[in-house]
């Protein structure tokens, strides 16, 4: 079993700043990707931002320059650092990591999902 667990909802004013993270735990034996998606009410989830093992980053446009991912490996860790934040972004924001387990079985996990709200 792989489980993520996230960690970082809050209700923030616009132009602040918010930190979410994504611990990963169980039968892991290798992460490749990991990402970050967002669902707003009546629209289709979107990938914001993806990291691959080795670090290469991409992003939705309309983060880019607010928005950074990261990961720790040794801890199998994502974060997301997001600032300049714009009622635009009001969603809730799910994890997702590419795992290899230790069955060498690849599989697609997700968080449970975490509420960011941002007022005007």
Do not use: H
């Amino acid at each position: 079993q792989v489980q993520l667990v996230e960690s970082g909802e809050g209700l923030v004013q616009a132009g602040g700043s918010l930190r979410l993270s994504c611990a990963a735990s169980g039968r892991i034996f290798r992460i490749n990707t990991m990402g970050w998606y967002r669902q707003a009410p009546g629209k289709q989830r979107q990938l914001v931002a993806a990291i691959t093992r080795g670090g290469s980053t991409n992003y939705v446009d309309s983060v880019k320059g607010r928005f950074t991912i990261s990961r720790d490996n040794a801890k199998n860790t994502q974060y997301l650092q997001m600032n300049s934040l714009k009622p635009e972004d009001t969603a809730v924001y799910y994890c997702n990591a590419e795992v290899v387990d230790v069955g060498l079985t690849r599989g697609d996990y997700w968080g449970q999902g975490t509420q960011v709200t941002v007022s005007s």
